[in-house]
């Protein structure tokens, strides 16, 4: 069964394969000039440091400037979870039925449970050994960019923990599950993105902040500056807390030009600013549960995708 | 003599359909048997069943006294599958094929595939989608037959072939059931092809079983009667008519005969495997002659034809 598999996926295995060399030779070169330019710009000494007056900001920026574009260009590999999905997971089933070849597969000697579990262990079990190495590599190539703004910039955290493996997962098992209930691989791989889509966007804006309660500080509106805080905090929200300690991002009545911020701070009835946060040190925390939510969501796909398969007539 | 397959009160339905009902039959081991019946009278849903693609909604079906279901690993390995339009691995060459046959089943004959296949004239390297329709078609029986299988089926594997390609399949396929005494179910809506390859015919038509058994037997028993217009009611006390038709002055009857025919007034003559399959499927659904012609209004008779 193990040759069948490699047989019959090798076409699709053998893109995949060269996308990721194609990404990692790419992340190797772009990688190693990152951490030479972070090393001669000395930013590991600048990564306490806040306050407005440190020469760090300068070398940061320089930093930012010649990267950030680079970057960005992490965003780029978001989809590729959904490629699998849609090229591996969603025919999987879909095209057996499609071009009838479940007939002759299920009537060899093997049963047809046998033949999903095969193929499912085998397949689950490349992709987490292939988004893993590529994980590795990724958590390299991003630490510098990490150790300057943070493992929490969504570009950063999506790609550098055990949440991008669960991904790939998950893409994988929402495209087989897709794949066994149309029973036509043009639709699965539609239902394949709007599930993935359903599923991925809500965690990441709604629930991601609020996996742990978030620490709030205050200060006083008199003081301008905030108080100091670590480069790896993620910030999600700030603003002004009033007397009854309502919350607010902006101000009921904008400030002229006579007035001191601390005088239109008060004539709004503002009593403090407030920022909250999630702690840097939180960040494998929130990976794990992260990661944990995506294997529920995959395991449960997958069990849909085996009863659909044994009921499949 | 052991049964190769036997279903009992079979059914399935979809929604509200059924593809089958109560179909009840037991075909002996070592037989080679033509199942007729017109298109969508289940021939394929009773295929699937017998090798477990399929889960009954009523009833049961076993091969060789195991559930193809609920005993895959002992039922399985005994069957050999060719489906409808022979579905291939297209991307595969045929020595891929040979090889997923060889990988998928512990008593696959590979030294039978290869020599057929060279027989055949098919190429081990070209790629299963690259082949004429025939050629597929052979490449999925070798695979079936490779397998080594106690029991074949066969949905509608002529359908699509033309003469010359049908001629050679069925050769294969006899080779094969001769060679090894295997028992070969083979659906078709015609019989045509199957009257000098099979020894066993079932007839299915309106989701049930009108008639199975032993090819002479059937021949044997089945007579057109010939005679003067009359009423049927002594002729059905003791045979079964089929089918009926009558002209102003004569009657023409086609009856499996219980016992000799004593009316001297009938002419008898042999009638062909085809005419008594012809005449079991225009037969309406549900009316299966159990109640005697004569028991009919008169129009009703008429009609029959």
């Known amino acids: 069964m193990t040759w069948v598999v490699w047989r019959q996926h090798r076409a699709e295995g053998l893109i995949l394969l060269v996308v990721l060399a194609v990404i990692s030779v790419f992340l190797l070169i772009t990688g190693l000039e990152m951490a030479n330019s972070f090393q001669q710009l000395r930013l590991s000494n600048c990564l306490n440091l806040i306050s407005r007056e440190s020469p760090c900001l300068g070398r940061i920026q320089v930093f930012d400037n010649q990267y950030s574009f680079l970057l960005g260009g992490t965003t780029l590999l978001l989809p590729l979870p959904l490629l699998l999905g849609a090229l591996v997971g969603a025919p999987l089933v879909a095209r057996e039925v499609e071009q009838r070849t479940h007939l002759l597969i299920w009537t060899q000697s093997i049963t047809r449970m046998r033949w999903l579990t095969v193929k499912l262990a085998l397949l689950l079990g490349v992709v987490l050994l292939v988004s893993g190495a590529l994980l590795a590599l990724l958590y390299w190539w991003q630490s510098p960019s990490a150790q300057i703004r943070g493992s929490f910039i969504s570009r950063i955290y999506d790609t550098s923990g055990p949440v991008w493996v669960a991904s790939a997962l998950l893409a994988l098992a929402l495209g087989i599950f897709a794949g066994a209930l149309t029973r036509r691989t043009a639709s699965a791989i539609f239902l394949t993105i709007a599930l993935f889509v359903a599923i991925r966007v809500p965690v990441e804006v709604l629930w991601r902040p609020n996996f742990e309660t978030p620490v709030t500080i205050t200060w006083p509106i008199d003081q301008q500056e905030p108080p100091a805080l670590s480069n790896q905090a993620w910030r999600f929200a700030s603003g002004y807390i009033d007397a009854q300690g309502n919350r607010s991002s902006d101000l009921r009545e904008g400030c002229t030009g006579e007035m001191t911020t601390t005088q239109c701070l008060q004539a709004n009835g503002v009593q403090a600013n407030y920022i909250s946060y999630q702690p840097g040190d939180r960040f494998w925390t929130f990976q794990w549960i992260e990661t944990g939510i995506y294997m529920g969501f995959s395991v449960l796909a997958l069990f849909a995708a085996v009863w659909l398969v044994r009921r499949l007539n | ?305």
Request: glycine residues 8%.
């Open chain 2, 1 to 305: 003599m052991s049964t190769a397959l036997e279903t009992t009160k079979l059914s399935k339905r979809y929604g509200r359909t059924w593809a089958l009902q109560d179909c009840t039959l037991s075909l002996p081991a070592g037989r080679v048997a033509a199942l007729v019946g017109p298109n969508g009278a289940g021939k394929t849903t009773l295929l699937h069943l017998s090798v477990g693609l399929l889960e009954p909604t009523v009833g049961e079906v076993q091969v060789f006294g195991c559930s193809p279901l609920r005993q895959p690993t002992e039922a399985l390995p005994r069957l050999g599958f060719v489906a409808q339009d022979t579905p291939l691995y297209k991307s595969f060459t045929v020595a891929d094929l040979l090889t997923l046959g060889r990988k998928l089943n512990p008593g696959f004959d590979d030294g039978l595939a290869r020599a057929r296949m060279q027989k055949l004239g098919i190429p081990l390297k070209r790629r299963a989608g690259k082949l004429s329709g025939g050629q597929q078609a052979q490449v999925a029986l070798v695979l079936a037959l490779a397998k080594r299988p106690d029991l074949l089926l066969l949905d509608e594997p002529l359908a699509s072939l033309d003469p010359l390609a049908r001629r050679e399949f069925l050769r294969t396929l006899l080779d094969a059931a001769t060679e090894s005494g295997l028992t070969v179910l083979l659906s078709s809506h015609i019989i045509g092809d199957l009257e000098r390859v099979c020894d066993y015919l079932i007839i299915l038509s309106a989701s049930q079983v009108q008639l199975a058994g032993d090819m002479q037997e059937i021949a044997k028993t089945h007579r057109r009667l010939i005679g003067p217009r009359q009423d049927v009611a002594a002729i059905s006390s003791l045979h079964t008519v089929i089918e009926a038709s009558y002209t102003e002055r004569q009657t023409t009857l086609l009856v499996r005969m219980n016992g000799p025919l004593f009316d001297s007034s009938w002419h008898a003559q042999d009638v062909s495997m085809e005419d008594i399959v012809l005449a079991y499927l225009s037969q309406q659904a549900g009316d299966r002659l159990q109640t005697p012609l004569s028991a009919r209004e008169p129009q009703e008779r008429e009609v029959l034809k």
